[in-house]
């Protein structure tokens, strides 16, 4: 069996570029451990940057973003009870972001890539890759797939043995997968952070509380009201990373909510059954380069943010971005300048971004153990950034979206 790429990862990333790639005629397979319904069900976080929701757009999966989902163009910082809104719109020349669930970008872009006929393996298992790492070196003849190269080995849905010989690989299988995995450790240079607090994320039946996504600092932590849909909220609130959700109560939920968000005015969220609790840790990751050989990690397979700052998706989408212009200039004209360049060109955007999230996180929460002089200088930056317009303006340039490079020539 073959193909010219070979995606391992049917996420957001994976299946981002498999239809990136189709609209240019480039041929792909995409591999994926889980089952159609699994991935269908994942929610995670859904905060759009303007220049995702462009590229959504432009392949044709803008209908429901747009009448589903919720247009934000500002944000509130709430701290110590005081409010200052950030207007997304009038700070950066009338950019905004857009609420939509993960799990619906992903349910999009699965129904686009089965009604086009994509090969999407759902429930491999075994998945091996072979001969990825070599030299940087490419396919001889890139208007045909070629008969030597990467070869990646699975177990399809049936058990049955598979060989799928590709001219390239991409490894868009998270921090957990088998793409990072294929590479030797010594040519692997991984920087990471990891911060003295958790999120403890809620989904709970009720209306929205706010038209637009309220981050608040409280005497005792960070708390986040967000939006999923017109039934369901979405927040998070600052715990400790070795908490379990089952350590969390409903009531102590709410009650916890309730202080951290509360205002003179007497503003409350709204409130409904919580089905559904997580505890996420929090981490800043980045593995470099992002290519070996014939081997390319896109999304969080090379990289991970704290979710204060929404970039992960993001970033996701910024990466395949590039892989699809590099891999369409490649095919269409024999030129692998762009892939040469791919790593560099995508760590340059994921280091922007990972400063922008450490400073966030490290404005909006509380550190425990902090000294009392750390404490003022976070008051500091925040009365600063609440009174600065061009402080104000960095806030909303880096939370909207840095430019992002178009998918195609």
């Given at each position: 069996?073959?193909?010219?790429v070979?995606?391992i990862g049917?996420?957001p990333?994976?299946?981002?570029?498999?239809?990136?790639?189709?609209l240019q005629g480039v041929?792909s397979?995409?591999l994926e451990?889980?089952?159609?319904?699994?991935?269908?069900?994942t929610?995670?976080a859904?905060?759009?940057?303007?220049?995702?929701v462009?590229?959504?757009?432009?392949?044709?999966?803008?209908g429901r973003?747009?009448?589903?989902g919720f247009r934000?163009e500002?944000t509130?910082?709430?701290?110590?009870g005081?409010d200052?809104?950030?207007?997304?719109?009038?700070?950066?020349?009338?950019?905004a972001?857009?609420?939509?669930a993960q799990?619906?970008?992903?349910?999009d872009?699965?129904?686009a890539?089965?009604?086009?006929?994509?090969?999407?393996?759902?429930?491999?298992t075994?998945v091996t890759?072979?001969?990825?790492t070599?030299?940087?070196?490419?396919?001889?003849?890139?208007?045909?797939?070629?008969?030597?190269?990467?070869?990646?080995?699975?177990?399809?849905d049936?058990?049955v043995?598979?060989?799928l010989?590709a001219?390239?690989?991409?490894?868009?299988?998270?921090?957990?997968g088998?793409s990072?995995?294929?590479?030797?450790?010594?040519?692997?240079?991984?920087?990471?952070?990891?911060?003295?607090?958790?999120?403890?994320?809620?989904?709970c039946q009720?209306?929205p509380?706010?038209?637009?996504?309220?981050?608040a600092?409280?005497?005792?932590?960070?708390?986040l009201?967000?939006?999923?849909?017109?039934?369901?909220?979405?927040?998070?609130?600052?715990?400790?990373?070795r908490?379990?959700?089952?350590?969390?109560?409903?009531?102590?939920?709410?009650a916890?909510?309730?202080?951290?968000l509360?205002t003179?005015?007497?503003w409350a969220?709204?409130?409904?059954?919580?089905?559904?609790k997580?505890v996420i840790?929090?981490?800043?990751?980045?593995t470099?380069?992002?290519?070996?050989?014939?081997?390319?990690l896109a999304g969080?397979?090379a990289?991970?943010?704290?979710?204060?700052?929404?970039k992960?998706?993001?970033?996701a989408?910024?990466?395949?971005?590039?892989?699809?212009?590099a891999?369409?200039?490649?095919?269409?004209?024999?030129k692998d300048d762009l892939?040469?360049t791919?790593?560099?060109?995508?760590?340059?955007?994921?280091?922007r971004?990972?400063?922008?999230?450490?400073?966030?996180?490290?404005?909006l929460?509380?550190?425990p153990?902090a000294?009392?002089?750390?404490?003022k200088?976070?008051?500091a930056?925040?009365?600063?950034?609440?009174?600065?317009?061009a402080a104000?303006t960095?806030?909303?340039?880096?939370?909207?979206?840095?430019?992002?490079?178009?998918p195609?020539?």
């Amino acid at each position: 069996m073959r193909t010219q790429v070979a995606i391992i990862g049917a996420g957001p990333a994976g299946l981002m570029l498999s239809q990136l790639l189709h609209l240019q005629g480039v041929d792909s397979v995409v591999l994926e451990c889980r089952g159609q319904e699994t991935i269908r069900a994942t929610v995670r976080a859904g905060v759009l940057e303007q220049g995702t929701v462009d590229v959504l757009t432009e392949v044709g999966l803008g209908g429901r973003l747009r009448s589903e989902g919720f247009r934000h163009e500002g944000t509130v910082l709430r701290v110590g009870g005081v409010d200052r809104r950030i207007d997304f719109v009038d700070l950066t020349g009338g950019r905004a972001v857009m609420v939509y669930a993960q799990h619906e970008v992903i349910n999009d872009l699965l129904d686009a890539r089965l009604a086009a006929g994509g090969d999407v393996r759902f429930n491999v298992t075994d998945v091996t890759l072979h001969d990825v790492t070599h030299a940087n070196d490419v396919p001889r003849a890139p208007h045909t797939t070629a008969s030597s190269g990467p070869v990646v080995r699975f177990r399809d849905d049936g058990g049955v043995p598979v060989s799928l010989r590709a001219d390239f690989v991409v490894g868009c299988d998270g921090t957990h997968g088998v793409s990072r995995a294929a590479i030797a450790p010594h040519a692997l240079h991984t920087l990471e952070h990891r911060y003295p607090f958790g999120w403890l994320g809620i989904l709970c039946q009720a209306p929205p509380s706010s038209d637009e996504l309220i981050y608040a600092l409280g005497a005792d932590g960070f708390a986040l009201v967000s939006t999923r849909s017109r039934e369901v909220q979405r927040m998070y609130l600052q715990c400790d990373p070795r908490d379990a959700p089952c350590d969390w109560s409903d009531d102590r939920i709410w009650a916890t909510l309730r202080v951290r968000l509360a205002t003179p005015d007497g503003w409350a969220p709204k409130e409904g059954p919580i089905f559904d609790k997580t505890v996420i840790g929090m981490r800043s990751r980045v593995t470099e380069p992002m290519r070996h050989g014939r081997l390319f990690l896109a999304g969080d397979a090379a990289h991970v943010v704290p979710p204060t700052g929404a970039k992960g998706l993001n970033l996701a989408v910024s990466d395949v971005c590039l892989l699809s212009r590099a891999l369409t200039r490649f095919y269409r004209h024999g030129k692998d300048d762009l892939l040469d360049t791919y790593s560099a060109d995508a760590l340059r955007r994921v280091w922007r971004a990972q400063r922008f999230s450490k400073w966030m996180t490290a404005l909006l929460h509380r550190y425990p153990h902090a000294e009392a002089f750390d404490r003022k200088l976070q008051d500091a930056e925040l009365d600063y950034l609440t009174q600065s317009r061009a402080a104000c303006t960095t806030l909303a340039e880096n939370y909207v979206g840095l430019p992002m490079a178009p998918p195609w020539d």
